[in-house]
Each structure stands twice: as C-alpha cells, then as structure tokens.
C-alpha cells in the first residue's frame, strides 16, 4: 500500500483535506502515545489506488514562523514512512516564512511533493495559489478542502506520482511501460508483436498457472520493461476468417485505456483509411501518445509517395496528431523495429512532460501579443495567466475573464501554437478554461 503524509503549518487545512479525502467526517484517529500526537492514519482510495494516509495535523500548533523540534521530530517520522507528501499551504494567507521552511526541508527530504494551495474557492483564491511557484516544488494545485473543488485533479496527481514508473513506492520492481498496439485486421500487429517478444517467448506459450490468453506480453528495451496490452483477439486472429473481422471498438478502446502510448500500426501498402482515423482519433479522446509503425514498408515500390500521402491524410483529417511520429517498419523481416522502441520512449517523455510555469507564460504572453483574443459580444475576453496543473496528458489552463467564452479558434491557436512551441508531436493536449469574471 502506498503511503501519503500531509503537511504544513498550522491552519491551512490540513484536517479538512484529510477528511475530504477519506470521504467521511469522522477519520480514524490513531494514538500512538510517545511518539506521535494526535496522528490520523486512514486508508482511502485515491486516483484508484489504496493508500494510507497520514494527517499530520496538531503536530505543529507551536510553530508560529519555524519548524522547531518537537514538531519537526514528528513530521519527519510522518515522512520517513511516506511515499508521497501533499504540501498544503493557504493560498488566501499567502506564503509565509514558515511555508518557505517548510518547502526547503521537503525539497531536501527528496520524497515526490505534491503541492497544494488550498482554501482556492473562486477567483481570488484562484490567483493567489499561484503565488506558491516561488516555492520551487512545481506547480501548486489550487483545491478547496471546504468546498470540494479541485479535489478530482488531486486525485489524479496522486495517481500519477505514484505510479511514475520514476517514482515508484519504494521496494515495488520496476512498473513496465505499458503500451497498446493497435490498428486494422491485418496491418501485421501479430507480426509485430512476435518481433518485439522475440519468437522463442511464442513457442514457449502460456507461463506457469496462466491462462493462454492471460500470457503476460511483456520485453525488456533499453530502457527497462515493456508490457504489450493485449488487445483481445490479437492472438486468436488466426482462427478467425479475415473477412468478417471487423476492428473490435471495444476491444481497442479497452486496450488505449490501459496504455500510456498507443502504437498504430499501418498497412502501408493501404495507407491510413477511415478505420485507421477512428481509432488514432480514440486514442487521441483518451488522451494517449501516439506513434504510428508504418509496416510492410518492404514490400512498398515508392515510399516518397507513401510517406506524402500519410502526411496529406494526417495533415487534413488529425489536427490532433499534428507532427506525430512516423515509423517504418517491416514487422515480418524486423528491419526498422529497432527504431520504434525509441521512439515510443520519446513520446511517452513529451507526454510526461510539464513546463515550467515562467517559461509557460512567457510563450503565453508572446501568443496573446501576436494574436488578441477575439470580442464575444462586443466584450473583449482577457487571458491572464496559464499552468500546466498536470501531463499526461499536458494539461494546460488558461486563466482570465470570460476565458471560457473563448472561441473554438483561438482555443486550437493556443494549443497548435503550445504543441509547436514545445515540440510534442503527437501528444493530446488538453485545454481548460477558467472564468475569473
Ligand atoms: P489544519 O490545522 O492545517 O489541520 O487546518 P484545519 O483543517 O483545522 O482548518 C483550519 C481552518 O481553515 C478551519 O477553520 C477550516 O474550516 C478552514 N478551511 C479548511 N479548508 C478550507 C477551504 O478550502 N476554504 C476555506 N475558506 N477555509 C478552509
Ligand atoms: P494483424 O491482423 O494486424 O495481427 O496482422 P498479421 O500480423 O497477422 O499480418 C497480416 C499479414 O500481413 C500476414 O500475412 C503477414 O505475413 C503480413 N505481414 C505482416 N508484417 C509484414 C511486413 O512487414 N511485410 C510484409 N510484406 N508483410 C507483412
């Protein structure tokens, strides 16, 4: 189980976001007289996973503007058994001298940090959170403890840092990337997914006291360990007669949302069909990475109009997969399969990828010069500012009056000009606009 402290000084809120987040008023409370006082531990489901979490609230009531001993004593007992701290400062009192101690010592615990700027209902708060940059623990979460908002997003957060193959909980083996290879009845999946394994993992068949169809895919790339998801049928095709296969809807979106990069992979003989769109355009809505394995580029005669013709599909049907990586490859004799791996990693990288806040709004403030937002009934709409409260996928929010009445042009301007900006070719960029009236 994976185990989460919150901290911070006295009355921020603390309390009220453990409660929030065990979702009952009344946590369990946890005596253990000596060392801790007054220490709350219970278990919750977070982001979908079960985690034991520490208030450290009433461990601090003497620290006014320092950390003094007793209370760092207990804090540091909180987080030396933590795989994760949620930092909660006030965003309504802004940062104080104890909440800059307090952030220097987390930042030396080297212990993965979410930062949260709590007591952000409405506009003020909302501005005021994002003071805590300047604490130098990334991007503050703007949530209400009281209110509720916000908290969906700290879920997420959780899950994500928790399960960052990067920062995996301590002792837990290495977390296989997992990815999906997806795509029409016969582009060559099975072929590909034989390359990649390697045949001996084939002959050798299902693994002691699995099912065959339960056989872990799963191989090992520079990098570390590669899970297949498997996409159901992808092994049983055989036995199917390949006319009346149809691509499973359900069966691919089952897999892109088990996946962090979803590998297409093309019949490039045939190029990229209505079926193909469908399925990057769903990945794309679940917000995967995608790259696209252009196979059977061995039996293809002019590959310079292949390649045009892709780009032509993907230029005007996917504004979405804009730049997405195009590798070719022949699954059947492995040429080319060594660079898919790479480039697999690559996106997975940008898809993970957050962006400072300064560097983030001097490129926003460079866009809003070239382009003014546009006058909605005769009021012009000001962006203030933007964050990146999360990745995967890089989620942006935009911040400033009547900025949810943006018009759908600028929207995409903003996220083209983002995608370019900061070279994530094939990546789902996620756009949030926040009314700050
Ligand atoms: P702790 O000492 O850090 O555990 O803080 P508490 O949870 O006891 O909260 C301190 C005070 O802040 C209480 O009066 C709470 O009602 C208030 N508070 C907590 N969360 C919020 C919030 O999201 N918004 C506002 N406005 N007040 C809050
Ligand atoms: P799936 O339905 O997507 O799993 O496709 P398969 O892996 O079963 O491949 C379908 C057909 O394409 C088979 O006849 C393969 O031999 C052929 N095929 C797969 N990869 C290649 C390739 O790289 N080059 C060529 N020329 N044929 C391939």
Same mark, same amino acid.
């Given at each position: 189980m994976h185990r989460i402290a919150i901290l911070g000084r006295p009355n921020v809120g603390k309390s009220t976001l453990f409660n929030r987040l065990v979702g009952r008023k009344l946590a369990i409370v946890d005596d253990t007289p000596g060392v801790t006082r007054d220490r709350k531990e219970a278990e919750a489901t977070l982001g979908g996973l079960s985690v034991l979490l520490a208030d450290t609230a009433g461990l601090e009531e003497a620290a006014p503007d320092t950390i003094p001993g007793r209370m760092r004593a207990s804090s540091e007992a909180a987080l030396k058994a933590a795989d994760l701290a949620i930092f909660v400062i006030d965003a309504r009192a802004g940062i104080t001298p104890a909440d800059r101690a307090f952030a220097n010592w987390l930042r030396r615990s080297g212990l993965p940090v979410i930062l949260v700027a709590n007591k952000a209902e409405g506009r003020l708060g909302t501005q005021m959170a994002m003071e805590a940059y300047e604490l130098g623990l990334g991007d503050p979460l703007p949530v209400s403890a009281e209110h509720g908002d916000g908290i969906g997003g700290l879920h997420d957060e959780?899950?994500?840092? +928790?399960?960052? %193959?990067?920062?995996? %909980?301590?002792?837990?083996?290495?977390?296989?990337?997992?990815?999906?290879? $997806?795509?029409?009845? &016969?582009?060559?999946?099975?072929?590909? $997914? &034989?390359?990649? +394994?390697?045949?001996?993992?084939?002959?050798?068949?299902?693994?002691?006291?699995?099912?065959?169809?339960?056989? !872990?895919?799963?191989?090992?790339?520079?990098?570390? %360990?590669?899970?297949? $998801?498997?996409?159901?049928?992808?092994?049983?095709?055989?036995?199917?007669?390949?006319?009346?296969?149809?691509?499973?809807?359900?069966?691919? +979106? !089952?897999a892109l949302k088990e996946a962090e990069v979803v590998v297409l992979v093309l019949d490039a003989l045939l190029g990229m069909d209505e079926q193909d769109l469908r399925i990057a355009r769903l990945a794309e809505r679940e917000g995967r990475a995608v790259v696209i394995a252009l196979n059977k580029w061995d039996a293809v005669e002019d590959r310079a109009a292949t390649r045009k013709a892709l780009e032509d599909v993907l230029t005007a049907s996917l504004a979405q997969s804009k730049g997405v990586a195009v590798v070719p490859i022949s699954a059947a004799t492995g040429r080319g399969v060594e660079k898919l791996m790479p480039t697999v990693r690559e996106v997975y990288a940008l898809w993970n990828r957050r962006v400072p806040t300064g560097?983030?709004?001097?490129?926003?403030? !460079?866009?809003?010069?070239r382009h003014q937002p546009p006058l909605v009934e005769g009021k012009r709409i000001k962006l203030r500012y933007v964050t990146m409260p999360k990745a995967r996928p890089p989620t942006l929010a935009v911040f400033g009056t009547r900025a949810e009445l943006l018009p759908e042009d600028y929207r995409r301007y903003l996220v083209n000009s983002f995608r370019e900006a900061f070279v994530m070719p094939g990546v789902p960029i996620r756009l949030n606009l926040r009314g700050t009236d």
């Open positions: 959780i899950r994500d840092r +928790l399960t960052d %193959p990067g920062r995996a %909980p301590r002792g837990e083996a290495e977390r296989p990337l997992r990815i999906a290879i $997806v795509g029409r009845p &016969n582009a060559g999946k099975s072929t590909l $997914v &034989n390359t990649l +394994l390697g045949e001996e993992r084939m002959i050798t068949g299902p693994e002691p006291g699995l099912t065959r169809d339960a056989v !872990a895919l799963e191989f090992r790339d520079a990098e570390g %360990p590669v899970r297949i $998801v498997d996409t159901a049928g992808m092994r049983k095709k055989a036995r199917i007669s390949h006319r009346l296969e149809q691509m499973s809807v359900a069966a691919t +979106l !089952a560097e983030l709004n001097r490129w926003f403030e !460079a866009m809003k010069e």
